[in-house]
């Protein structure tokens, strides 16, 4: 059973930092791929257990997409983006429509445009990461999916009860709407100490 990870204020601080730049990051490219204006609301940052990573973000029967891809490279793991599903398709919906105007909207063009954006969510905070802490990380090829909480991490059977899971639950704002979503790293049982060493975690 691994040990909790305990963070001083100058860790905790750190670790804001990196989900602070990781969420700017992905306002700013999401605000290109739309094309408007998209604000940011300060993000929530915290390492928990795995066990209580549904509990913390939800309740196990939450309806969510979720973008899921592998780390490899010096700290391997997976990464997870969650949204609400209600909420990402409402907000994927009013996006298409105010560029190519009130037309049927196809399934598959609302899963291809929420899966660019969970991948550009998931790329910013990667790239903090990197950039903070000089680790070589190579994401793989993202999937998305739909379903609850509960499935979306039962579906994940590698991972343990006691790993150390990092946590950074945003909310980005549109001119007319709203998406909030939590980006997690998994980091395989090990691989989150040396990413945190940089920041002074025994």
């Known amino acids: 059973m691994t040990a909790t990870l305990s963070l001083?204020?100058?860790?905790?601080?750190?670790?804001?930092?990196v989900?602070?730049?990781?969420?700017?990051h992905a306002a700013t490219a999401l605000s290109q791929l739309l094309n408007t204006k998209i604000s940011l609301v300060e993000p929530r940052i915290d390492v928990v257990k795995f066990r209580d990573l549904a509990s913390r973000i939800g309740h196990v029967n939450r309806s969510v997409a979720a973008l899921h891809m592998y780390v490899r490279g010096e700290a391997p793991g997976q990464i997870v983006v969650l949204f609400d599903r209600e909420q990402?398709?409402?907000?994927?919906?009013r996006f298409i429509r105010r560029i190519i105007g009130d037309i049927n909207i196809f399934d598959s063009i609302s899963e291809s445009t929420l899966k660019e954006l969970g991948s550009i969510v998931a790329g910013s905070y990667l790239s903090a990461i990197v950039h903070l802490t000089?680790?070589?990380?190579?994401?793989?090829?993202?999937t998305l999916s739909f379903g609850t909480i509960q499935a979306t991490f039962h579906s994940m059977m590698s991972i343990l009860p006691d790993q150390d899971v990092f946590l950074v639950e945003?909310?980005?704002?549109?001119?007319?709407?709203?998406?909030?979503?939590e980006f997690i790293l998994i980091p395989d049982v090990g691989s989150l100490e040396p990413l945190l060493s940089v920041f002074g975690v025994d």
């Open 8 to 17: 001083n204020e100058l860790q905790k601080d750190a670790l804001k930092e």
């Open 19 to 24: 989900g602070n730049i990781g969420a700017g």
């Open 88 to 93: 990402a398709v409402d907000f994927v919906s």
């Open 134 to 142: 000089n680790a070589r990380l190579e994401p793989s090829v993202p």
């Open 170 to 181: 945003s909310v980005f704002l549109d001119k007319d709407a709203a998406i909030g979503g």
